[in-house]
């Protein structure tokens, strides 16, 4: 399922954007928007791929593993899933099963 979630704080748009037709401008210019950075595991390969589905253009992905390492001066946490990483900062982060994730 290509799903993505674009999440702020504890608030988060999940949206199926192979589904959506005709994509709304206004995802497309806010994916686009230089001024935002989207962090995420493998956000570089989601950004790119719905960038080339839809014909746009998104360069500020962070992968997450790097931006934690970054920030906490942990090298070895890189690689790291979201999982771990929340753990490393006490958070309880469950991974989420997309097949349980219902739509209409």
Avoid: Q, W
């Avoid at 230089?34 to 719905?50: D, H, L, P, W, Y």
């Avoid at 080339?52 to 390492?69: P, Q």
């Amino acid at each position: 399922m290509d799903t993505t979630y674009v999440c702020a704080k504890s608030h988060c748009l999940m949206f199926l954007y192979f589904a959506l037709d005709p994509f709304p401008e206004c995802l497309k210019l806010f994916l686009a928007d230089e001024t935002i950075c989207f962090a995420g595991v493998n956000i570089s390969k989601a950004i790119r791929k719905i960038g080339s589905y839809r014909k746009f253009e998104c360069e500020s992905g962070v992968k997450l593993g790097y931006l934690a390492a970054r920030v906490l001066k942990i090298p070895s946490i890189e690689l790291f899933s979201l999982e771990k990483l929340g753990g490393e900062v006490g958070l309880d982060i469950k991974a989420v099963d997309e097949s349980a994730v219902g739509h209409k």
